[in-house]
């Protein structure tokens, strides 16, 4: 726990400065694909399994496992007829195809910014495109994503992959991101494409969700005043390691911590202002719980910056939606 040096931290001290960026924690669609869990729970009873993570968050995944949920890699893993939840990074048609064959219920909590970008994929590849998704290989969204097109798609993780690319036809060429990318260094890839491709058919749309984005810019506009960057998240959240990268890049030492217990108490010598933020699957509780732990080890004052105030909210499937939702959550509200 984060109060191995508090006494020698507390005396004789300015209080440190903690700078929160905002928007930070849960996003929209991490919000509704944990409320599919829960209100599946709710009305089938558990077990209810779910493929992959529910969203890439290690005390969500186990706060839903302990009231029942059972998380699976695969749908072999799931009975014959039992209730299976859809990660909110989305499957492949071949596992909707599965799943359907086998007769389980699914429920789906796949969040709709990226079933849009699976749209797109069906959409250009029907159209004769050879498809390149800018993103990260073996994440669950990247292999849902390509699953849709597998033989029109190609995935480039680097600006040389692009440099090497050899497509069918040149002329006939389109582009998709993975939703939780950096903003910044997926512009660099893009201009790479229009380079190699000058007849790139550009979406109409960034994939980059408004999430993902807005939590890069409310930490860009912190950054600069910060000695040490926090950001709370699971290393396999995606958007997380970008916030850590985007940090560093900057020149502000980060730190990815699941929880305040991962603090080491060295990170803050001659640190006074702390910036912290959460990427978009982490509860807003764990930041409370960063900001009481950093408060154990000395003053500190808290403030906080709020780039833009985010309304969006996604209904939920119908298949849940007239069941009321269990209330023996430990997750923040
Ligand atoms: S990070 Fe973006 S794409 Fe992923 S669940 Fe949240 S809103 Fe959807």
């Known amino acids: 726990m984060a109060n191995a040096s508090s006494d020698e931290h507390a005396e004789g001290q300015e209080p440190r400065r903690i700078l929160l ?16 869990v829960e209100r599946a729970l709710a009305s089938r009873g558990a ?6 993570q529910i969203v890439h968050n290690a005390y ?37 195809a599965e799943a359907e064959r086998r007769g389980l219920d699914v429920i789906d909590g796949t969040c709709p910014l990226v079933s849009k970008v699976h749209a797109k ?12 998704l800018i993103g990260h290989a073996g ?8 699953g849709e097109a597998p033989e029109s798609m190609v995935l480039v993780e680097t600006v040389d992959q692009i440099r090497e690319l050899s497509v069918p036809d040149p002329e006939r060429v389109s582009y998709l991101t993975q939703t939780t990318l950096a903003v910044d260094e997926t512009a660099e890839f893009v201009d790479a494409l229009r380079e190699k491709f000058p007849l790139l058919h550009e979406p109409p749309s960034e994939d980059i969700c408004y999430a993902t984005t807005n939590r890069q810019h409310a930490l860009n506009a912190i950054v600069a005043e910060a000695d040490l960057v926090l950001v709370v998240g699971s290393p396999n959240s995606s958007n997380s390691v970008r916030l850590v990268e985007l ?6 030492p980060a730190h990815l911590i699941d929880r305040a217990g991962d603090i080491d108490p060295a990170w803050l010598d001659g640190v006074r202002t702390v910036g912290l933020t959460a990427g978009a699957s982490a509860p807003p509780a764990l930041v409370t ?15 906080e910056r709020e780039v833009t105030r985010e309304t969006t909210h996604f209904e939920l499937p119908w298949v849940v939606r007239g069941t009321a939702e269990q209330s023996t959550s ?4």
């Open 330 to 333: 430990s997750l923040p509200g």
């Open 289 to 303: 719980e960063v900001v009481t732990a950093l408060g154990e080890l000395g003053p500190v004052t808290v403030e």
């Open 121 to 132: 994929a069906r959409r250009y590849a029907a159209r004769g495109d050879t498809v390149v």
């Open 139 to 146: 994440h669950e969204e990247v292999e849902g994503t390509l």
């Open 21 to 36: 960026a905002g928007p930070r924690s849960f996003c929209a669609g991490v919000e509704r694909a944990i409320e599919i």
């Open 247 to 252: 940090s560093r890049r900057q020149g502000t």
């Open 47 to 52: 077990p209810v399994y779910v493929r992959k």
């Open 60 to 96: 969500v995944v186990d706060d839903l496992a302990r009231r029942g949920a059972v998380f699976v890699e695969e749908l072999d893993e799931v009975p014959d007829g039992a209730t299976v939840v859809f990660s909110a990074h989305g499957v492949s048609p071949a596992v909707r």
